[in-house]
């Protein structure tokens, strides 16, 4: 197992849980509220969590996404992750499998996301550099039912080891859209996908757009946290909200996810009615299972499901894209990008 790689990915795992005990900054969920309206009310027996987009239809519009594998510690994260994602039924994303094209020595830190979750839904995760041939690697090794690829300019750039170089991107997602047999879902890692970003997407071959967007978990923060300097300290908080990408990507052209800072199952419900397929959720249950071992990220996923539900019980939603007929407001700084940006 590559040194530097192993090395990288539990310094990830250490600064993002640091990261998730301080409040993250530019988060503007709270800037989008629900209008109450007292007789709007269901049954709860009348809402299903199910959710359809791009052809896929998935039980519940929660997933654990992209994070980790490479190490023997983020091995076992894999390991408990994939066991919660198993008794839950959300879907799950594995971490960039660069490090398995680097050493395959390293594949069991991977493959236990499916071993654990045999019948799952489960993405692959490879950067914009990747081959074909390590692309449909990586889908294979997963027996992925879909396979994310992440764009990360920010970080590379703040990663003392990063790449330096993204004129390739858009070309590589193109042919390895073009080359695997799954649904490519392109995401960001917490900068956020702008209207002008899924609108080129739509155009590669690319099923959907993971929106990834500012106010959770912040990479400029933690390669920052890896320089000795911290040289980059001024790219902290870079980056769209996941908010406000919603509502900039709306009618962009492809079916998109949200991510990036979603807290509770509040924050759920107000990107599923932004446009959000289904919504992902990473550092915040990185934390939970670190803090709290395997048995707390179940009971969290758990309550947050059941949470859900009810929040659409109230809101008369009946299924997920309902949310979307409901009334919203937008105010502060979210209200003035919309302005900004021509949004109605
Ligand atoms: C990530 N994320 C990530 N994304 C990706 O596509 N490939 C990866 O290898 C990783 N690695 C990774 C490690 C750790 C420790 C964390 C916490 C996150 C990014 C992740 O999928 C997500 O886009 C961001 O974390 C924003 O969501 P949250 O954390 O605010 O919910």
């Known amino acids: 197992m590559s040194g530097t790689i192993a090395q990288r990915k539990d310094d990830h795992v250490r600064l993002a849980v640091e990261q998730q005990r301080r409040p993250a900054a530019g988060n503007q969920f709270d800037e989008v509220t629900f209008v109450h309206h007292a007789l709007a009310g269901l049954d709860r027996d009348q809402v299903s969590l199910a959710t359809s987009f791009a052809g896929l239809t998935w039980p519940v519009p929660l997933y654990i996404n992209a994070m980790t594998g490479g190490s023997a510690g983020t091995g076992r994260i894999n390991a408990a992750l994939a066991a919660a994602a198993h008794q839950t039924g959300v879907p799950i994303a594995s971490g960039s499998m660069s490090a398995y094209f680097k050493d395959p020595g390293c594949a069991g830190t991977f493959s236990v996301l499916r071993e654990n979750n045999p019948g799952g839904f489960v993405m692959a995760n490879v950067n914009a550099t990747a081959s074909v041939d390590n692309a449909r690697a990586a889908v294979d090794l997963l027996a992925a039912d879909a396979l994310q690829i992440h764009v990360n300019t920010v970080q590379e750039t703040v990663m003392p080891e990063g790449d330096r170089s993204f004129a390739s991107w858009v070309p590589q997602i193109a042919a390895i859209a073009a080359a695997v047999q799954v649904p490519v879902i392109v ?73 990036g800072g979603v807290r509770h199952p509040l924050d759920v419900a107000r990107a599923l009615a932004l446009g959000a397929g289904a919504v992902g959720a990473s550092g915040t249950f990185l934390r939970t299972l670190l803090d709290g071992g395997p048995d707390a990220l179940i009971t969290q996923i758990t309550t947050w499901l059941d949470q859900l539900a009810a929040l659409l019980t109230l809101l008369g939603a009946a299924h997920p894209a309902a949310l979307t007929s409901c009334d919203v407001l937008i105010g502060g700084r979210l209200r003035e990008f919309c302005a900004d940006r021509g949004i109605d």
């Open 187 to 259: 995401k960001e890692v917490g900068f956020g996908l702008s209207r002008r970003s899924v609108q080129q997407l739509a155009g590669l071959g690319v099923a959907v757009a993971d929106l990834g967007g500012r106010g959770g978990t912040d990479f400029a923060a933690i390669e920052n946290g890896r320089r000795p300097l911290g040289d980059y300290a001024y790219l902290d908080g870079w980056g769209l909200s996941t908010a406000a990408c919603l509502l900039d990507a709306a009618g962009a052209g492809l079916p998109v996810l949200a991510s």
